[in-house]
């Protein structure tokens, strides 16, 4: 079971990737879903909440949140006085059973077509029916809390854009692997950057759960960036000349980096003569072409 110290993080991430979600799905489609699998009462709630303050966006359109729990009998009183307060357009399932039983839950949704958000926690194995009814065909998004890598089953899932990151916490260690799977840039960087800043306030450092060495990056403060000005080199030398926007994809699906974070590295990488751009000055734009020099 996750700590207390884990609970909170996993929390306040899920609060903050919806905050991004929602708004956009709802713009985009007149129907979007959420489903919440192996989440505590404390995070249902949260997520309830946070679906309640964006009520008037409902209005006109259909959202349902799915909620899937074992063993929380306090849940419908906790979440009761809020889908009192939630309008119409917004339904809210409750229904027993652990994260694999999500498949069943979706379809029984009817959330086949529109936007579908998944947060699932789960300390077993992840089952590729479980992810690829998070992936709902095309348009599903998944936050995931587990115990190890699930980039290739994500991958096999029907996720193209996969992040990941190994989390460790002050005073817990290890606390499991964050996974993100998506086909939209804009949420793989909205979904970093909600680790940054979560992990920020808990104190929280990251390491990639493929690095065999297990080195750690303090997301405090303004990070270390020669391990990623290390990968954006290797990258281009085996891959040859790369646009900005293809390097800032592969920080946010390689590495624990933000987008941001490449080029500040890529600036220190062109100072110290490793690489070349295609224009002398300014910015770097996402078309600018980076080639290495050896």
Known sequence: MPTDRTTDFLRELLVRQLTTWLPAALHRSRRATVALAGVDAGSAEAALRLVAAHGDQARGRQVTVLVLADGAADL???????????????????????????????????????PLFSFVDVPGAVTPKLLTAAANGRTGEVLLHTDDSARDVLVSAGFPLVAEVALVLPDSGAAGVIAFGSRSDRSLEAVREALWAVGADLGARYRDPLDPTGTTVDVVGDPDLASLAHELLAELRAGGPRPVTELRRHTLTATVYRAADTNRALADLLEAGDLRRDRETGRLAGDEIITPTS
């Open 76 to 114: 419908p009183a906790r979440l009761g006085p809020i889908e009192a307060e939630l309008p119409a357009e917004v339904t809210v399932h409750l229904l027993p059973g652990d994260p694999y039983r999500l498949p069943v839950a979706v379809k029984a949704a009817g959330a086949a077509g529109a």
